[in-house]
């Protein structure tokens, strides 16, 4: 653990998964319907791309390494953090 009166600044890189629930999205997680990037975030998989939108077509899992995009200004990740 790095001491906080040390002068010096360190950092320790970690991933989150962007489907944990310490990551909260605003305004919403997905717009649940074709993939709208301006509307809200959007998950989209590494090998597959966009999941399809309900109804319309048949259900596609996601394929690869998933990411939440969005091209909606404000729009904004949260984590949730517990510790010191």
């Known amino acids: 653990m790095a001491d906080p009166s040390s ?6 890189p970690f991933t989150i998964d962007d489907t944990s629930p310490t990551l909260s999205y605003t ?3 997905d717009t649940l319907s074709v993939p709208n990037l301006p509307l809200g975030w959007n ?3 590494e090998l597959s791309g ?4 309900p ?3 048949p259900a596609q899992q996601g394929s690869g390494t998933s990411y939440h995009i969005t091209a909606m200004d404000g729009a904004k ?5 517990f510790g010191r």
């Open 7 to 12: 002068s010096s600044s360190s950092s320790i």
């Open 27 to 29: 305004p919403f997680r």
């Open 43 to 45: 998950p989209y998989y």
């Open 50 to 53: 966009f999941a399809n939108a």
């Open 55 to 57: 109804g319309s077509g």
């Open 77 to 81: 990740v949260g984590v949730q953090w």
